[in-house]
């Protein structure tokens, strides 16, 4: 059984059966690359008549570049209270299109750099909960019986803690850093994901091919990463899509409540600081609005995408 | 040594209405280069037997008696050598192709897949392999990157079948490989199944609920009802010749076409199969017999010599305790 067993008349079907096999190169690595190639090719093609999802991704790809080039436009020092390039509370002018907060800094400045934070928090947390979720959601669902039960009670705890007073206690005993927020998000908001992932799971390992895997003498392991996963990657990806634009929100809401972490500058700090500062009230318009309908614009930007990936990858919506 | 021994097998399934008695007390035996086949009407066992024979009922499912693969008992394996043991002593071409093939993943990778999870060859080879295979079931090797859409019904059961063959098992087990296909399709499907058994000498366990099929791929017949194996025998006498009401039933139902004896009487069977749970007692079949007696509902049946080489579970077969002895 260790090597394959030649077959038993190789003079009626080895022949022709080299040079019928497609032109494909024969390595399985290239096999591989060429597959996905195409794979990536049919699917933008479908991708790119969805209006929707078209709009979503260009918003998109502007928010990533600038976050990416932030360090390009924005000088650290002009962000440092001391080294503060203007006046306090300037309207919009020439020298800042979004006039200065209370320290002098350029709003404009302040927004192109704290992109970098929100989308950072967005994508690790996102990371996190799709991880914890799938691992969670999958092993429940594949084993059933008591492991399910136990998964099940541990997701549905998960699920009913209120997220804000979570992410108040563990920011007092955490501390206020970046990395404590993003652990926040994540803990509070894969058990969702980890639902969907189940029930779904529930669903693949019932249909026949599975079962005729295991009577092929497929492990677990195998069974989950090679049939099962793929076939609930879809639900997956499109929710992935959203969960990062509530990510983003829910970075701003803690910052807002000041749980955030106050040495970096994100969209959620910069607008705790402008309420701190009174800016509702003081009528510092130009203060309080820019970061705010950024953070709009990104979550419809992802939502728009979701939707869009969920139009592409569900054939049971898709227009042909 | 047969390649297949099943010795007094229970099924037992267990659910929350009470245990579910599936397949009770089956014997039988497949030797190298024969088809068994296994008839009988839905829900009477035939699928659960080949469940059995690779384990691959829930943990909850009760199996008893001994399943003799290639001499090794698959009941008393422990899950490792059970996963080395499948496909490699047995294979299983399922019913319903269109479902059994994983619809996100090309046909040439779950061929293969059989391959590679057994360690047989690497990717390469099982690639080379596999194309070998399409070409052998009557498939194009250029089909090897297609998805299982891409293919119709009899395409697809062609490489379950290529499937079936990856590990170049002793047994194979064709579970209604014909269903959902329409006669033309089937009629290739069993040509090209009856051959590759005799070119390779296979063992296999062909299970169907059609009997004119059967009498055409088989060496022997097994009949089952509600369970248990009622008559066995070579498979033309069986069919022509029935020596139990039931199977004279399920041989009526498939008239042949331009048969004078068939012409105007298309014959069926009255009621319906026993509920598992509440199976008749004595003969099972006496509620529905067209020549049921009165000691029918007590007597307890068990195959008895119906003749030379085969045996059925009826009272009225020549080797059966005679009626008097019976009643007493």
């Given at each position: 059984m260790s090597t394959i067993e030649t077959p038993r008349q190789p003079s009626e079907f080895t022949v022709g059966v080299e040079a019928d096999l497609p032109p494909a190169p024969r390595d399985p690595k290239k096999i591989r690359w060429a597959r996905r190639r195409r794979a990536i090719t049919g699917f933008w093609r479908v991708y790119r008549k969805n209006k929707m999802g078209m709009v979503g991704l260009v918003l998109l790809g502007v928010f990533v570049l600038v976050a990416l080039a932030a360090p390009l436009m924005v000088s650290p020092d002009d962000l440092r209270p001391a080294t503060a390039p203007g006046i306090s509370f300037q309207p919009p002018s020439s020298e800042f299109p979004l006039g200065t907060d209370d320290f002098g800094r350029s709003v404009l400045d302040l927004v192109i750099y704290g992109s970098r934070i929100s989308l950072l928090v967005g994508f690790a947390a996102t990371v996190m909960t799709m991880v914890v979720g799938t691992a969670v959601g999958i092993t429940g669902g594949y084993y059933g019986g008591r492991v399910d039960t136990v998964m099940n009670a541990f997701t549905n705890w998960f699920l009913v803690i209120p997220w804000i007073p979570l992410a108040i206690v563990l920011a007092s005993i955490l501390g206020r850093s970046l990395y404590n927020t993003i652990l926040v998000i994540g803990l509070t908001s894969w058990a969702g994901t980890a639902r969907l992932v189940r029930a779904d799971t529930l669903s693949v390992k019932e249909r026949p091919y599975v079962e005729r895997a295991r009577a092929l003498g497929a492990s677990s392991w195998h069974l989950v990463t090679r049939h099962i996963l793929p076939n609930v990657m879809p639900v997956i990806f499109a929710n992935t899509v959203l969960t990062v634009a509530l990510s983003i929100l829910a970075e701003t809401t803690l910052a807002l409540l000041g749980l955030g972490d106050p040495l970096s500058v994100s969209w959620g700090t910069v607008i705790f600081d402008a309420f701190d500062a009174g800016a509702l009230s003081a009528g510092l318009w130009w203060w309080l609005i820019p970061p705010g309908v950024c953070i709009c614009l990104v979550t419809l930007a992802f939502t728009m995408c979701g939707y869009a990936l969920d139009e592409v990858l569900n054939p049971r919506i898709r227009e042909r | 040594m047969s390649v297949l021994s099943v010795r007094d097998l229970h099924v037992t399934y267990r659910t929350k209405g009470g245990d579910v008695p599936a397949v009770r007390d089956v014997t039988f035996d497949i030797d190298k280069g024969h088809v068994l086949g296994l008839a009988g009407e839905s829900g009477?066992?035939?699928?659960?037997?080949?469940?059995?024979?690779?384990?691959?009922?829930?943990?909850?499912?009760?199996?008893?008696?001994?399943?003799?693969?290639?001499?090794?008992?698959?009941?008393?394996?422990?899950?490792?050598?059970?996963?080395?043991?499948?496909?490699?002593?047995?294979?299983?071409?399922?019913?319903?192709?269109?479902?059994?093939?994983?619809?996100?993943?090309?046909?040439?990778?779950?061929?293969?897949?059989?391959?590679?999870?057994?360690?047989?060859?690497?990717?390469?080879?099982?690639?080379?392999?596999?194309?070998?295979?399409?070409?052998?079931?009557?498939?194009?090797?250029?089909?090897?990157?297609?998805?299982?859409?891409?293919?119709?019904?009899?395409?697809?059961?062609?490489?379950?079948?290529?499937?079936?063959?990856?590990?170049?098992?002793?047994?194979?087990?064709?579970?209604?490989?014909?269903?959902?296909?329409?006669?033309?399709?089937?009629?290739?499907?069993?040509?090209?199944?009856?051959?590759?058994?005799?070119?390779?000498?296979?063992?296999?366990?062909?299970?169907?609920?059609?009997?004119?099929?059967?009498?055409?791929?088989?060496?022997?017949?097994?009949?089952?009802?509600?369970?248990?194996?009622?008559?066995?025998?070579?498979?033309?006498?069986?069919?022509?010749?029935?020596?139990?009401?039931?199977?004279?039933?399920?041989?009526?139902?498939f008239p042949e076409i331009g048969d004078m004896r068939f012409r105007g009487k298309p014959s069926g069977l009255g009621g319906d199969p026993p509920d598992p749970q509440q199976i008749p007692s004595g003969c099972p079949f006496h509620p529905r017999c067209p020549v049921a007696v009165d000691a029918c509902p007590t007597l307890d049946v068990d195959l008895w010599s119906a003749g030379e080489d085969r045996r059925a579970a009826c009272i009225h077969v020549s080797g059966a305790p005679s009626l008097s002895e019976a009643s007493t």
């Open positions: - | 009477c066992g035939k699928s659960t037997i080949a469940g059995a024979i690779l384990r691959l009922h829930s943990a909850r499912t009760r199996i008893e008696g001994e399943i003799l693969l290639e001499g090794q008992d698959v009941l008393a394996l422990r899950p490792g050598p059970l996963r080395a043991v499948r496909w490699t002593g047995a294979s299983i071409i399922f019913q319903g192709a269109l479902h059994a093939l994983n619809p996100v993943r090309r046909v040439g990778d779950q061929i293969a897949e059989a391959i590679t999870v057994h360690k047989l060859a690497g990717e390469r080879e099982a690639r080379v392999r596999t194309a070998e295979l399409l070409e052998h079931v009557g498939l194009p090797a250029r089909r090897i990157d297609d998805y299982p859409h891409e293919l119709s019904g009899g395409q697809k059961q062609r490489v379950m079948i290529a499937m079936a063959l990856a590990c170049n098992p002793s047994l194979v087990i064709a579970d209604e490989p014909t269903t959902a296909l329409d006669v033309m399709v089937q009629a290739q499907v069993l040509q090209l199944l009856k051959s590759l058994q005799r070119e390779l000498g296979l063992a296999m366990l062909f299970i169907t609920h059609d009997l004119s099929v059967l009498a055409e791929v088989s060496d022997r017949i097994a009949i089952m009802y509600a369970g248990k194996i009622v008559e066995e025998g070579a498979a033309d006498r069986v069919f022509h010749e029935p020596a139990h009401p039931y199977t004279t039933a399920l041989a009526g139902a």
